[in-house]
C-alpha cells in the first residue's frame, strides 16, 4: 500500500465534515496522491467510499491504528 | 356509531358511508406538508370513526363472562376475522400485539424457540429494521448465532449468498423486510421464500411497509406488521404465525392472542387498526399507483435539479409511497431543520439525526452517502401540489445550507 503523502487529521469531527476536508485538499495535490484521513465518526467509513466513488476516486481502503480509523483516498484525475 | 355500525365496518363493503372527501381539507401553498408515512401516516379517517365508536363500545375485558365483555369479544372476533380476511390468512394465525416491534420481537424469538432442536442459527438481511436486529443481538447475546446476508448498492438482497446461508447447518429462522423501509428497494420474497422451503427452514418476513399498500408474495411462515404504517392508530401490531409453523412464545405464559402476546389489547386502537386496514387495502392499487408517479418524479427532479446528490434504492422495484436520497456535504440534521421551517416533515439516516449518532446500517449497507439524507414518504393526504412546492423549495434549502457551510464547488 502507498505511504500516505500526507494526513487530514478530523478525529472529534462529525460528517460531512472529514468529507469535506478530503473535497478541500485533494484537488490540491498532484494526480496519484493518496492522503489518509482520520476520522472517528462512525459514518465517516461509508461516506469517504460513497464520495470517492461520487467524484471518481479511488478508495484505497480503511487502516485501523492507534489514532483510530483512517482512510486512504488516492487523487485519479 | 352505533355498536352494529361497528361491527359492520368491519365487514361491510368499503365505500358508502365511509367515503371521505380528500378535498374536504384545503391546502394552502402555506400549510405543513407531512411526508413522514413511513414513520407513522396520518389516522385515516375510517380509523377516528373505528377509534371513537369503539372507545364506548369496547372497553371491557373480553375474556370476561358478561355482556359488555362478550360485546368486546365480538368486536375483536370481528376485527381478526376482518384482518385475517385482508391478508388472505385464517383468524386463529393472526394476533394483535401492543407495537410492531413487539410483533418483530416476538417473530424472531418465538420463531427461534420454535426451532431451537434445528439450531441456534438467525439469518437475516443485512437491512432489516432495527427491532429484527435488536432481536437477534438478543439472541446472539444469550448464545444463538446470526448470518448477515448484504444488499447490492440498489438495497436488493443477495439471493445467492441468501440460498448458501440458508442452507447451511443449524438454522433456525430466516427473516427478511419485504420491502426496505429507508429506501423503499422491495425484496425478492418470493424467490428467498423458494430458497427457505428447499431448506425447510421457516422464513419471518417483516411486511411493515407493504402491508396496506402492495401485496406479499406467498411463502412465509411468519409475517408483521404495524397499523401506524397503513393510517391505524399507533400501539397496535400484528404477529400472524401460519399453521404447523413451528413457533413458541418467548414471553411469560398468557392466554391471550392465542398465546403469542401477553397482555390486555388496546381493543379500540385493534378494532381501529383492522377497519382502516381494510378501507386502505381495498383502495391500494389505486393509491399506488396514484403515488408511484409521485415518487418517480421526486427521484427524476431531486436528481436533476439538486447537485451532488444521490438518489438511492433500486429505481424499479421498489415501494410506490418512498423516495431517499442524499446530499453531499450537508449536514442532514441541518437540512431536516431547514425542511421543518419551511412545513416539510421528513426522516433521515443519517448519523447526526439519530439517537446513536451512527448513520443508517441499511445506508451502509448499501456503500451509499449517508449524510445530508432525506427520506419523503407519502400517504393518502399528500397531494401532487405538495410534491411540486417540495421539489420547487428543495433546491433552494440544500444550496442555502451548502453556502452556510461554505462548501460551493467543492
Redesign the interface.
Known sequence: MTAPAEVLDCRGQRCPLPVIAAARRLPELPVGTVIRVLADDPAAAVDIPAWCRMRGHEFVGTVTGPDGPAYDIRRQH | MTGSALLGSLSAPIGGSWGYRRDSVACVSASPVYLDAATAAPLHPVARQALLAALDDGWADPGRLYTQARRARQLLDAARAATAETLGVRPDEVSFTPSGTAAAHGAVLGGLAGRHRAGRVLVHSAIEHSAVLHAAERHVATGGASTEVPVDRLGRLDLARWSAAVRAPGVALAALIAASHEVGTVQPVGEAAGACGDAGVPLFVDAAQAVGRVPVPAGWSVLTASAHKWGGPPGVGLLVVRKGTRWESPWPADEREGGRTPGALNLPAVVAAAASLRAVAADAAAEAARLAPLVARIRARVAAEVP?V?VVGDPDHRLPHLVTFSC????GEALLHALDRRGFAVSSG???TSST???SHV??AM??????NVRVSLHRETTEADVERFLTELPGIVADLRAA?G?VG?
Not at chain 2, 328 to 331: A, F, G, N, T
Not at chain 2, 367 to 372: F, Q, R
Request: aromatic letters at 4%.
Open positions: 451532488d444521490e453531499l456535504y450537508v449536514d443519517s448519523s447526526c449518532l451512527r448513520p445506508l451502509a456503500g451509499v452517502l449517508s449524510h445530508g457551510a462548501v467543492l
